[in-house]
């Protein structure tokens, strides 16, 4: 079984879980999760992790992002993207200066409330499966930070720009909540994923550069490990008197631990004498325990 993590380049008219199964087929290999949904209409960055790496979904899903999109002020549709049902055209009174102002007057925290296409669910529901039933609810706006907006061509009624955001943050709705501002409306009419920490478009892997890859025998070149993830955190390796500790997932007295760099306190990246790495733990300052956070080791 592959452990680890590919960089996938999500086509258009994929769905993350369409890249998931296709890369079950190339790799041979059941136990494989994407990392948070990408609209199929949108393309870019989707991290998908393999065997044991699958326990990193929900962390890699809850990193920064950053998109390319581009915005189209003067139409609103149901599905707040290109792709939907026009509700609403206005014409596109506002000068590029206007547009430039209310666009980075998103950049900060904000409460945006969900598109109705979307994956999120309400009630055990997803919200698409409410609205290609034609149910349309209220829902309640959720706090999200748009770190950064960096706008790239203004062609009005197309705004290109670039933004980096918090997880939860939906580029559709940011467009049309800068198309209510602006007063005419506005639906996202192209959007790319460029990254995901520091997984970038540039190093991303379509499947089909996948197959060929995993059929050259070099496909393993392009894996990241689990560890490198956490290459931030201090490297402790565990003496070999607390291994029955390490191997049953039980905290670990701080004297059984060699650091090989960092602070005394915090996250650490755990390796037993063999350096294998055991996993994630955690240190409060003045302790004498490392508890463990996130395990990916299989008994040796």
Same mark, same amino acid.
């Given at each position: 079984m592959i452990n680890g993590i590919l960089n996938i380049k999500k086509e258009k008219g994929f769905t993350s879980h369409d890249v998931v199964a296709k890369l079950r087929g190339i790799l $041979?290999?059941?136990k494989i999760g994407h990392t948070g949904t990408?609209?199929?209409?949108?393309?870019?960055?989707?991290?998908?992790?393999?065997?044991?790496?699958?326990?990193?979904c929900d962390k890699i899903g809850d990193w920064d992002k950053t998109y390319q999109a581009?915005?189209?002020?003067?139409?609103t549709t149901d599905t707040e993207d290109t792709s939907g049902t026009v509700l609403e055209e206005k014409p596109v009174k506002i000068d590029e200066e206007s547009v430039r102002e209310i666009i980075s007057s998103f950049v900060g925290e904000y409460e945006q409330i969900p598109p109705m296409y979307s994956a999120k669910k309400v009630r055990g529901k997803k919200l698409y499966e409410l609205a290609r039933e034609?149910?349309?609810i209220e829902r309640k706006p959720c706090r999200v930070t748009v770190h950064s907006i960096d706008i790239q061509e203004v062609c009005l009624p197309y705004v290109t720009f670039s933004v980096r955001c918090s997880k939860g943050t939906y580029i559709r709705s940011l467009c049309r909540d800068i198309g209510e501002k602006a007063g005419c409306g506005g639906c996202m009419a192209a959007l790319t994923r460029?990254?995901?920490?520091?997984?970038?478009?540039?190093?991303?892997?379509?499947?089909?550069?996948?197959?060929s890859l995993r059929d050259s025998?070099?496909?393993f070149e392009h894996i990241r490990s689990i560890d490198s993830v956490f290459a931030d955190y201090p490297a402790v390796t565990v003496s070999a008197k607390a291994?029955?500790?390490?191997?049953?997932?039980n905290p670990l007295p701080w004297n059984a631990c060699t650091v090989t760099e960092g602070d005394a306190s915090g996250m650490y990246r755990v390796y037993d004498k063999e350096g294998h790495f055991i996993g994630i733990y955690?240190?409060?300052?003045?302790?004498?325990?490392? $508890?463990?956070?996130?395990?990916?080791?299989?008994?040796p």
């Open positions: $041979h290999q059941k990408l609209d199929p209409d949108a393309e870019g960055v989707l991290p998908v992790c393999l065997g044991k790496a699958t326990r990193l581009t915005l189209r002020l003067g139409v034609g149910v349309v460029t990254q995901v920490a520091f997984f970038d478009i540039n190093d991303a892997l379509t499947l089909k550069q996948v197959e025998g070099t496909l291994e029955k500790k390490l191997y049953n997932g955690r240190k409060a300052a003045q302790s004498d325990i490392l $508890h463990p956070d996130k395990l990916f080791f299989d008994m």
